[in-house]
């Protein structure tokens, strides 16, 4: 609830979005996390060192999707 918090109170924060889909993903809500992952990149600049991260983040969870 905090997180959804944050990102109604944020809604243009990467950060915010990228902290929801961690707790979606420990709550085994891999798509919903997969959602605010593609937000979290929708709103970085390309040059941003934070995209990196968040690639690897959508990769991760796209993997443990494949697995379920």
């Known amino acids: ?27 085994g809500k891999v798509d919903k996390a997969i959602e605010k992952v593609k ?3 929708s709103l970085v600049k390309p040059q941003s060192s934070q995209l990196s991260a968040l690639r690897e983040h959508l990769a991760r969870l796209k993997t443990q999707q494949k697995a379920l």
């Open 39 to 41: 937000l979290a990149i």
């Open 1 to 27: 609830a905090m997180f959804a918090l944050n990102v109604k109170n944020y809604p243009n924060s990467a950060n915010a979005y990228d902290s929801l889909a961690d707790a979606l993903e420990a709550a």
